[in-house]
C-alpha cells in the first residue's frame, strides 16, 4: 500500500535539496520556471532502493549487493523489473500529475544511438552510464500552486520526513571560487562553420532533410556543482530542470525548455522545439523579433519537418487515428531566447507501455534531424565526440504507468571537477552558416554566466 501525508515547510524545495547532502542516485525535478504549462510540481526523490546503471553492454543492479546482466537491451529488463514491483506496491489510482514511487533518472542519447542501430567511431569526453535509474519507494512532491508537500510512501511517511529533517543542514556553506573558469570548445569557429557546409552537402544530395549540430564546451571548476546549479536555475530558469547526483563526483545539472514527452492516464503530449531567436533589449524589439520568428518561412518548414518524424514515431505505438497536432507552432519565450514550438499527442495502443513509448521516440527528433536514423549517422561523423547525456531525456515512470521526460538540452554534465555542456542548431537547406554558430552561443549565454557567475 502506498501512504500520503501532505505537510507545510518553510522551506523551497532546491534549499531542502541541497542542504539534506545529496548522495549516489538522489534527484531533483525543478519547475524553475513559473506561470508556464508543466510547472506545478517540484519533486525530490532520494534514498533510491536500487540503481540501474548501464555502460558497454553491461547493466548493473546495485543495492547492498551488485547483480550484472550482459544485454544490448537493458529496458526489456527495467521493464522486467518494474511490472514486478508494480504487483509489490499497486499505486495511487489518483493524483495522476504527481509522480508517486517508481524509476527516476536519465537515458543518455549514446543509448539512442543504440536503439536505431547506429555504430559510433567517436570518443566520449565524460564517463556517465548511457542509462542511470533509481527506484524509489518515498517521494517528496512540492505544489507551488498551493505551496505544500506531499509525502508519497510504502513506508510511514512521517518516518520518512524524520530521516530528511535528521540529514537537514541549518546552513548550506559553499566555497568560493578559487580561479574564473577558462571555457573552451572543441570547435573553432570556422571548424564549426565548414561543418555546417558539409551537413548542407548532405542535405543538397538528398540523403537528409535536416540535421542538429553541435559543439561541446568544457572547462576545469573548483566549485560545488549544487552551487553552479543554484545560478543556472536563476540565469535559465526552465520548467524541466534537473539535478541528479550520479555518484559523488558526477552531477548533471540540466535547465530544459523541452519536453520529450508527458505520459498521463495513457495520453501522450510530445512538444519538440525548432527555431530559434534571441531576446530583445525592449519589450518593443522582444515583440518584433517574436514576430519575426513566428513567420519564418525556414524556422516553420524546420519545425514542420520534425512534427511530421515525431507523428510518425508516435504513431508506432499509438491507436490507429489518435495521433494528431494540437498546435503547430506557438512561441516560448526564455531568459535568452524565443523558441517555436509545436504540440503533438497519441493515445498508446492496447498492450503498448512507456517503455514502447521510450523506444519508439527517443532520441526526440528535434535533436537529431530528419530522417532520424541517417541524421545521427551523420551527427557521429561530424560531431568530434559522443553526446553523452546532452539531448537524451531526464525524467520518471511511476508505478502508475505516468511518465515525463525532457530533452536535455541547456544542460551541464560535472565530472570529477571539470564541466561539459553542447550547444547546437538544426541545419537545414538554406541555413546560414555563420548564423547557425551564433545561435549556438546565444542558446548558450545563461548558461555561460552561471558557469562563470556573472550576469
Known amino acids: 500500500m502506498i501512504n500520503k501525508f501532505e505537510v507545510s515547510l518553510n522551506i523551497t524545495p532546491f534549499e531542502l535539496f541541497s542542504r539534506i547532502k545529496p548522495e549516489r542516485g538522489w534527484m531533483f525535478f525543478d519547475s524553475a520556471l513559473q506561470n508556464v504549462p508543466y510547472n506545478r510540481y517540484s519533486i525530490l526523490v532520494i534514498e533510491p532502493s536500487f540503481i540501474f546503471s548501464f555502460t558497454n553492454n553491461l547493466l548493473t543492479k546495485q543495492n547492498q549487493s551488485t547483480e550484472t546482466f550482459e544485454t544490448t537491451n537493458p529496458i526489456k529488463i527495467i521493464k522486467q523489473t518494474y511490472y514486478q514491483l508494480k504487483k509489490e506496491h499497486p499505486a495511487l489510482i489518483s493524483d495522476y500529475e504527481k509522480f508517486q514511487i517508481g524509476f527516476a533518472g536519465y537515458i543518455a542519447y549514446d543509448f539512442g544511438m543504440m536503439l536505431e542501430n547506429v555504430q559510433s567511431t567517436k570518443p566520449s569526453n565524460t564517463n556517465l552510464p548511457d542509462l542511470f535509474f533509481g527506484f524509489f519507494e518515498s517521494v517528496l512532491v512540492y505544489d507551488h500552486l498551493t505551496t505544500k ?7 510511514e511517511p512521517k518516518e520518512f520526513l524524520d530521516f530528511i529533517f535528521r540529514r537537514f543542514e541549518k546552513k548550506k556553506n559553499f566555497t568560493s571560487s578559487r580561479r574564473k573558469p577558462e571555457i573552451k570548445s572543441n570547435f573553432s569557429k570556422e571548424e564549426y562553420i565548414s561543418t555546417v557546409k558539409q551537413a548542407k552537402e548532405y542535405i543538397e544530395a538528398g540523403e537528409i532533410y535536416q540535421v542538429n549540430l553541435s559543439q561541446q564546451f568544457f572547462c ?5 556543482p549544487i552551487q553552479i546549479y543554484s545560478r543556472l536555475r536563476e540565469t535559465n530558469p526552465a520548467q524541466f530542470s534537473a539535478l541528479i547526483c ?8 540540466s535547465s530544459s525548455p523541452e519536453l520529450l514527452f508527458d505520459l498521463v492516464n495513457k495520453k501522450v503530449i ?6 530559434t531567436i534571441r531576446r530583445g533589449k525592449s519589450t518593443e524589439e522582444d515583440n518584433e523579433l517574436k514576430s519575426i520568428l513566428l513567420n519564418s518561412e525556414k524556422d516553420t518548414a524546420e519545425l514542420t519537418m520534425i512534427v511530421d518524424l515525431e507523428r510518425n514515431d508516435l504513431g508506432k505505438v499509438s491507436k490507429a487515428g489518435s495521433v494528431r497536432v494540437n498546435s503547430l507552432k506557438k512561441i516560448e519565450t526564455y531568459a535568452s531566447v524565443h523558441h517555436l514550438v509545436s504540440e503533438i499527442e497519441g493515445e498508446l495502443a492496447e498492450g503498448k507501455d512507456v517503455f514502447d513509448l521510450i523506444e519508439a521516440i527517443f532520441p526526440g527528433g528535434s535533436i537529431t534531424g530528419a530522417p532520424k536514423k541517417r541524421s545521427m549517422e551523420i551527427i557521429d561523423e561530424l560531431e568530434k565526440c559522443k553526446r553523452g547525456v546532452y539531448t537524451g531525456s531526464i525524467g520518471y515512470i ?9 530533452i536535455a538540452i541547456r544542460t551541464i554534465v560535472y565530472d570529477n571537477g571539470k564541466l561539459y555542456f553542447n550547444l547546437g542548431g538544426g541545419i537545414v537547406y538554406d541555413s546560414d552558416s555563420e548564423k547557425e554558430y551564433e545561435e549556438t552561443l546565444q542558446k548558450g549565454k545563461k548558461i555561460f554566466a552561471a558557469i562563470l557567475d556573472s550576469k
Do not use: A, C, H
Open 246 to 253: 550520479v555518484d559523488e563526483n558526477q552531477w548533471i545539472l
Open 270 to 275: 510530445t512538444k519538440p522545439i525548432k527555431g
Open 220 to 224: 576545469e571548476t573548483d566549485e560545488d
Open 398 to 406: 511511476d508505478l502508475n504507468g505516468n511518465s515525463r521526460f525532457n
Open 149 to 155: 508537500y506531499t509525502v508519497y510512501s510504502i513506508r
